[in-house]
């Protein structure tokens, strides 16, 4: 079976592939454990930890969540270190809300040019369920100019 692109990039003899793998891992294993370390109405503030270095990185949803980590910041950094993990610093971070994107001004009605090739479907097509369908939407777009 020849392989394709997709199979050799997730071959089990690519390593980069298993550092990312790994370290990945090991980053949900922490996760689990500062989850453990921490009181069961905080721990569920914790969306996301990464460790860098010796600087480990809290990340919630809410300010009160990192409220509730900044409370509990000296204990779960004390807690971390007599688990043998070289951690100097702990940085509580909100992770930022979605956006969305909200349009103030309404959409613009179609010309009468547009409206009055819609409203002819023959010049379009001969396809009678395209002629029906374009007529409809000349009628709704009429209707909504207005």
Do not use: C, W
């Amino acid at each position: 079976m020849p392989q394709n692109t997709f199979n050799k990039i997730t071959g089990n003899n690519n390593t980069l592939l298993q550092f990312y793998k790994q370290h990945a891992t090991q980053q949900q294993k922490l996760l689990t454990l500062i989850k453990t370390l921490l009181p069961a109405i905080t721990a569920k503030y914790v969306s996301n930890s990464i460790l860098s270095g010796t600087t480990l990185f809290l990340y919630t949803e809410t300010s009160i969540g990192k409220s509730q980590l900044r409370f509990y910041q000296p204990s779960l950094l004390k807690s971390l270190t007599t688990q043998q993990l070289a951690i100097d610093k702990i940085e509580i971070h909100i992770l930022p809300a979605k956006a969305t994107i909200k349009s103030t001004e309404k959409p613009k009605p179609p010309s009468k040019k547009i409206l009055q090739i819609l409203k002819n479907p023959t010049q379009i097509s001969n396809n009678k369920t395209l002629q029906q369908a374009l007529l409809k939407l000349a009628k709704t777009l009429e209707k909504n100019s207005q």
